[in-house]
């Protein structure tokens, strides 16, 4: 199993900042992708920003890029995101997701960790 332990919400002003981190630990081979997703109140669950653990490449969603940046640990299979110039619109429970094997054979899974309350709000 695979797990995955978020920190880093709270309650931010507009205009304010954030960071958001997301360590996963477990029973890791190859840990390929990790990233965020996001979920307001009576929403669905949506992209935020995704990172490639062995390339580095990264895609975000077009509501964040240029305010938002994912960046990454590959020692500590660690991602942070950080959020800037927050708007009452990022208001949501922010998830960490990890895509992984867990030997060298085994199927690629998708990990959720429990989330995280981000409040933009003055």
């Known amino acids: 199993q695979v797990q995955l332990v978020e920190s880093g919400g709270g309650l931010v002003q507009p205009g304010g900042s954030l960071r958001l981190s997301c360590a996963a630990s477990?029973?890791?081979?190859?840990?390929?992708?990790m990233g965020w997703y996001r979920q307001a109140p009576g929403k669905q669950r949506e992209l935020v920003a995704t990172?490639?653990?062995?390339?580095?490449?990264?895609n975000y969603a077009e509501s964040v890029k240029g305010r938002f940046t994912i960046t990454k640990d590959n020692a500590k299979n660690t991602v942070y995101l950080q959020m800037n110039s927050l708007k009452p619109e990022d208001t949501a429970v922010y998830f960490c997701?990890?895509?992984?094997?867990?030997?060298?054979?085994?199927?690629?899974?998708?990990?959720w960790g429990q989330g995280t309350q981000v409040t933009v709000s003055s």
């Open positions: 477990g029973s890791i081979f190859r840990l390929n992708l």
């Open positions: 997701t990890a895509a992984c094997t867990s030997s060298w054979d085994g199927p690629l899974s998708t990990y």
């Open positions: 990172t490639r653990m062995v390339s580095g490449g990264t």
